[in-house]
């Protein structure tokens, strides 16, 4: 199999369960009976223990499940410069079931200098060995669409072409800050472009007085922008989720409304596309995709539940997707993490690990 991201075939898309002496770990720093540095030696056994987990399943490439964070994006946002996280009255809502209250807000000019998550991802470059280690963060287009313009300070940004300058300026500088560190294979986590296939997310879009068609242009043009000159040797691959919380769901509806302009010019290395639903659509939206040149990592394993897929079900399904665009630009993973915050979703680590060894053998098979 070839060793060059995402061409692994098989993949996994970053965050998991949360193990119970984790939890216990991080409740306890919390109510302030254990230190900050008491909590990261506990993160830091935890973390090799998964990589380890990892790779005893088969996997070429390892994440640190996500484990030093609550939330897949918030704990990112927060180290930012110009950002300032705060408590609301409500959280997000989900299909039947809200998230803590929690949200982030843009005070200051923006900017990526000293993050923790750097010295994050040095560490679980070190334990990696042989396999790749992988990082995930928050795509620059969620940290506006969270909270639209009414989340960004208007002394600070009165025009937000001004404010997406220095977005797309952030993540250059992000991107940079981890390849210096060592990242070869950078994974940026995106609902928004989900969201913007959902007809009642851009009614609710359209409401709050912005246009979904020219938002989905500008987030295109800030992705790219961040990604102009980044280092040949680095492979960045996109997330798209349609929301995994407790194993719940925020929007619906198949790519077409976004694929031309998603799959056709956003110039990432590899799509990571949630497909273990109907509510994800067919695979026609793929025929956009440019041929050679991008890989397209099909999420046809569920991690909302612990239901083992049928292989034959899954391979079918990857011949599928193949009409629309060449099987060599195909791999398999999971439609999304197994634990987006650290609540975690509805099924035992002992499933999880089941799922992924899955991935692999499919793959395995496959190619």
Known sequence: MPRTPPAFRADVVGSLLRPAALKQARQQHLN?????????????????????????????????????????????????????????????????????????????????????MVEDFRFLQSIAGNSVAKMTIPSPSVLHFRGGRNAIDKRVYPDLSAYFDDLAQTYRDAIQGFYDAGCRYLQLDDTVWAYLCSDDQKRQIRERGEDPEQLAQIYAQVLNKALAGKPADLTIGLHVC??????????????????????????????????????????????????????????????????????????ERIAEAAKFVDIEQLCLSPQCGFASTEEGNSLTEQDQWKKLKLVVDIANDVW
């Open 32 to 116: 302030g009976d254990i230190s900050a540095s008491q909590l990261r030696e506990i993160e830091d056994n935890e973390i090799r223990h998964i990589v380890a987990k990892q790779q005893e399943v088969g996997l070429q490439l390892v994440t640190d499940g996500e484990f030093r964070r609550a939330w897949w994006h918030f704990d990112f946002f927060e180290g930012l410069e110009g950002v300032e996280g705060y408590d609301v009255e409500q959280g997000i809502q989900f299909n039947g079931v809200q998230t803590r209250a929690r949200s982030i807000k843009v005070v200051g000019k923006l900017g990526f200098r000293s993050h923790p």
């Open 242 to 315: 349609r929301g995994n919380f407790r194993s719940t769901w925020i929007s619906e509806g198949g790519y077409e409304p976004v694929a031309k302009i998603l799959f056709g010019e956003v110039n990432v290395d590899a799509f990571f596309l949630e497909y273990d639903t109907e509510r994800a659509g067919g695979f026609g939206p793929l025929r956009f995709i440019k041929p050679g040149q991008q890989q397209v990592v099909l999420g046809l394993i569920t991690s909302k539940n612990g239901t083992l897929e049928q292989p034959q079900a899954v391979k």
